[in-house]
């Protein structure tokens, strides 16, 4: 398969090897992709710098914004046939996967509307001058994005990055990209020029370390796990390249004594178990008031017991874990905490008849997880929960700020100054309140801050991660 869009034709790898995709659900491979190195990334690059210069360069902003809406709608005409992709190619339930599809044409329609809408600002000065701040592209922008939601990721990356008149490299995960390529085959059906958007597909230390250390790149964006988060910002700083950071998260969901249990309970569980607890902002710690610990974690034992994992089409809660270093990866965190002691309190179910070969994970929910434990501290991105009593108010602070992390946290409590307080102390780029929102929330700024990474997406926020500024100096006497 040819999986390489460059100037706004699909290629093969330059030196023509490929990488095979694997079904999760049943370890078998069903397709392939090109394999793309620093060769590809070159002309992928290359054909960038052009399309500034050439039609996608001289677009007006309305029909640049005009450009994305087209794609929006025909991600939707598209969209029965991303979501099995996308399910395939990732183990998701075919229903999750159908909403994120939903919320990749949103993310195309947001900033298709938005694209004309960020204005400059003028600067009072001198006698004698205008200067106006001008908001400009950055030029040739790079997007590295993951596996766990591979079509959302594809909007959320590139559709603020092309409102705002960047050309744009994309490498996704070579775990899942399949998505991805399809999005790019309706890019170019919608009418985008050759050169705006092109994608090289790939390993990560081949395709992905050649694009960030590319000297021709004016911009990249990142997410993924920390430790390459920490690669791609050397080999950016190397170049005077500024670059957005999105990494994993342990995010707590704090919970008080007046909680409403039947509020709370359904969105704490559906918080780690969503896509497998495969999501960066996924509620991995659940830090619970002493007074009620025992009450409140029971109920969501019960509840735990009821999550069942499937295939895409079985459509039940999880789908198998991504791939095999990852179902071991998670695997390792299970069994190394049951034998160290830490209570196992409920696991989910399997449901009938799964194929032999999946990486099926049962979610897991621990009690009284001791503050200092691999579990309490280090991301598992699998379907793990880890309760901890709390004492009081300012020990849930503390507590919830005790990780390297800070991406998002939940406060469950009916009390108004608890709520103002908490969420003000809290260290985290999201925090809600009476709810939880992993995942979609398109409008929604995001982002982290300590080792979650920095710089915003989502929302308006990300035009301007996605512009820079130029002062422009009128002296007219
Ligand atoms: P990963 O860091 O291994 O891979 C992410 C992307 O980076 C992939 O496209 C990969 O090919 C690429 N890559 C790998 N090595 C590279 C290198 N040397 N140079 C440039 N690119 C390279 O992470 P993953 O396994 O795909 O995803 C899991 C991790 O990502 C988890 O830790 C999770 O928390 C994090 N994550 C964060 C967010 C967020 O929004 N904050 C979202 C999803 C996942």
Same mark, same amino acid.
């Not at 295939?311 to 990852?326: R, S, Y």
């Not at 905490?337 to 009938?352: D, N, Y």
């Given at each position: 398969?040819?999986?390489?869009?460059?100037?706004?034709?699909?290629?093969?790898?330059?030196?023509?090897?490929?990488?095979?995709?694997?079904?999760?659900?049943?370890?078998?491979?069903?397709?392939?992709?090109?394999?793309?190195?620093?060769?590809?990334?070159?002309?992928?690059?290359?054909?960038?710098?052009?399309?500034?210069?050439?039609?996608?360069?001289?677009?007006?902003?309305?029909?640049?914004?005009?450009?994305?809406?087209?794609?929006?709608?025909?991600?939707?005409?598209?969209?029965?046939?991303?979501?099995?992709?996308?399910?395939?190619?990732?183990?998701?339930?075919?229903?999750?996967?159908?909403?994120?599809?939903?919320?990749?044409?949103?993310?195309?329609?947001?900033?298709?509307?938005?694209?004309?809408?960020?204005?400059?600002?003028?600067?009072?000065?001198?006698?004698?001058?205008?200067?106006?701040?001008?908001?400009?592209?950055?030029?040739?922008?790079?997007?590295?994005?993951?596996?766990?939601?591979?079509?959302?990721?594809?909007?959320?990356?590139?559709?603020?990055?092309?409102?705002?008149?960047?050309?744009?490299?994309?490498?996704?995960?070579?775990?899942?990209?399949?998505?991805?390529?399809?999005?790019?085959?309706?890019?170019?059906?919608?009418?985008?020029?050759?050169?705006?958007?092109?994608?090289?597909?790939?390993?990560?230390?081949?395709?992905?370390?050649?694009?960030?250390?590319?000297?021709?790149?004016?911009?990249?964006?990142?997410?993924?796990?920390?430790?390459?988060?920490?690669?791609?910002?050397?080999?950016?700083?190397?170049?005077?390249?500024?670059?957005?950071?999105?990494?994993?998260?342990?995010?707590?969901?704090?919970?008080?004594? &007046?909680?409403?249990?039947? !509020?709370?309970?359904?969105?704490?569980? !559906?918080?780690?178990?969503?896509?497998?607890?495969?999501?960066?902002?996924?509620?991995?710690?659940?830090?619970?008031?002493?007074?009620?610990?025992?009450?409140?974690?029971? =109920?969501?034992?019960?509840?735990?017991?009821?999550?069942?994992?499937?295939?895409?089409?079985?459509?039940? &809660?999880?789908?198998?874990?991504?791939?095999?270093?990852?179902?071991?990866?998670?695997?390792?965190?299970?069994?190394? =905490?049951?034998?160290?002691?830490?209570?196992?309190?409920?696991?989910?179910?399997?449901?009938?008849?799964?194929?032999? &070969?999946?990486?099926?994970?049962?979610? =897991?929910?621990?009690?009284?997880?001791?503050?200092?434990?691999?579990?309490?501290?280090?991301?598992?991105?699998?379907?793990?929960?880890?309760?901890?009593?709390?004492?009081?108010?300012?020990?849930?602070?503390?507590?919830?700020?005790?990780?390297?992390?800070?991406?998002?946290?939940?406060?469950?409590?009916?009390?108004?100054?608890?709520?103002?307080?908490?969420?003000?102390?809290?260290?985290?780029?999201?925090?809600?309140?009476?709810?939880?929102?992993?995942?979609?929330?398109?409008?929604?700024?995001?982002?982290?801050?300590?080792?979650?990474?920095?710089?915003?997406?989502?929302?308006?926020?990300?035009?301007?991660?996605?512009?820079?500024?130029?002062?422009?100096?009128?002296?007219?006497?």
């Amino acid at each position: 398969m040819k999986t390489i869009l460059i100037d706004g034709r699909w290629q093969a790898a330059q030196d023509e090897r490929t990488i095979d995709v694997i079904d999760p659900s049943n370890a078998k491979v069903f397709s392939s992709i090109s394999r793309g190195g620093e060769a590809d990334v070159k002309l992928a690059v290359d054909a960038a710098r052009r399309a500034l210069s050439g039609p996608w360069g001289k677009m007006t902003a309305t029909e640049r914004g005009r450009l994305l809406q087209k794609l929006g709608e025909l991600i939707l005409a598209n969209a029965e046939e991303i979501a099995q992709l996308e399910a395939r190619d990732t183990g998701k339930p075919i229903t999750v996967a159908r909403n994120d599809v939903k919320v990749v044409a949103r993310y195309f329609e947001f900033y298709g509307t938005a694209a004309d809408k960020i204005h400059g600002e003028t600067i009072p000065y001198l006698e004698g001058y205008n200067v106006s701040l001008v908001r400009v592209p950055h030029g040739v922008t790079a997007h590295i994005i993951p596996w766990n939601y591979p079509a959302q990721m594809f909007g959320r990356s590139l559709a603020p990055a092309l409102a705002m008149g960047n050309a744009t490299v994309l490498k996704p995960s070579e775990d899942a990209c399949l998505s991805g390529i399809k999005i790019a085959e309706l890019a170019i059906e919608a009418g985008f020029p050759p050169g705006a958007l092109n994608l090289v597909t790939g390993y990560g230390h081949e395709a992905g370390a050649a694009l960030t250390a590319h000297p021709g790149i004016d911009f990249a964006t990142f997410t993924g796990s920390p430790e390459v988060g920490v690669m791609v910002q050397e080999a950016t700083a190397r170049n005077h390249v500024a670059c957005v950071l999105e990494l994993g998260g342990k995010s707590p969901q704090i919970v008080f004594e &007046d909680v409403d249990f039947d !509020k709370a309970l359904p969105v704490i569980v !559906k918080a780690i178990t969503q896509n497998a607890g495969q999501t960066c902002s996924a509620g991995s710690r659940l830090l619970v008031q002493e007074s009620i610990y025992d009450k409140f974690v029971a =109920a969501v034992a019960e509840r735990f017991k009821a999550v069942t994992v499937g295939t895409p089409e079985m459509d039940l &809660d999880c789908g198998p874990i991504v791939n095999k270093k990852q179902y071991d990866r998670v695997r390792k965190f299970i069994s190394e =905490a049951v034998e160290s002691g830490v209570p196992l309190l409920a696991e989910g179910a399997f449901g009938k008849d799964l194929p032999a &070969d999946g990486y099926f994970v049962k979610p =897991a929910f621990f009690g009284r997880v001791p503050r200092d434990h691999r579990l309490a501290c280090k991301e598992v991105f699998g379907p793990v929960l880890s309760a901890i009593p709390f004492k009081d108010e300012e020990d849930a602070i503390e507590l919830a700020n005790a990780t390297e992390f800070g991406l998002a946290a939940g406060i469950w409590t009916e009390n108004g100054g608890r709520q103002a307080r908490v969420s003000q102390r809290v260290l985290s780029g999201q925090v809600f309140i009476n709810c939880y929102g992993a995942g979609g929330g398109v409008e929604l700024p995001f982002g982290g801050v300590k080792k979650s990474g920095h710089g915003r997406e989502k929302g308006l926020l990300a035009l301007e991660e996605m512009s820079t500024t130029k002062t422009v100096v009128h002296y007219y006497k």
